[in-house]
C-alpha cells in the first residue's frame, strides 16, 4: 500500500470516530431531552388538575357566598342540600377522570 492511500484510510478513521463520538454525543443530548419532557409533560399533568380543583373551590365559595346571603330559617337546609350535591359532583368528577 503507498503512502497516499494510507493518508486517506488514515484520515477516513479519523473521521469516522469524530462521526461516532458526535452522534453518541447527540444520542446522549436527546435522552436527557426526552427524561426532561416526560418530567415537565407530568409537571404540566399536575398543575392542570391541580387548577381543577382550586376552579372547583372556587366555584363552591361563589354558591356559598350567595347561599349565606339568604335571609331566613332555610338557609341551613340549603346549604346542607347544596354541599350533597357539590360531594355528588367531586365524585362523578373523580369517576370521570379515572
Known amino acids: 500500500m503507498d ?25 446522549n443530548k436527546v435522552k436527557t431531552l426526552s427524561a426532561r419532557n416526560l418530567e415537565l409533560t407530568e409537571r404540566v399533568a399536575a398543575l392542570e388538575n391541580r387548577i381543577e380543583e382550586l376552579d372547583q373551590k372556587y366555584e363552591n365559595l361563589k354558591i356559598a357566598k350567595v347561599l ?10 340549603t346549604k346542607l342540600q347544596v354541599n350533597r350535591i357539590v360531594r355528588e359532583i367531586d365524585k362523578c368528577i373523580a369517576l370521570l377522570n379515572r
Do not use: F, M, W
Open 68 to 77: 349565606s346571603s339568604i335571609p331566613g330559617e332555610d338557609v341551613h337546609e
Open 3 to 27: 503512502s497516499k492511500a494510507e493518508e486517506i484510510l488514515t484520515g477516513l478513521k479519523l473521521n469516522i470516530k469524530s462521526i461516532i463520538t458526535r452522534y453518541e454525543d447527540q444520542k
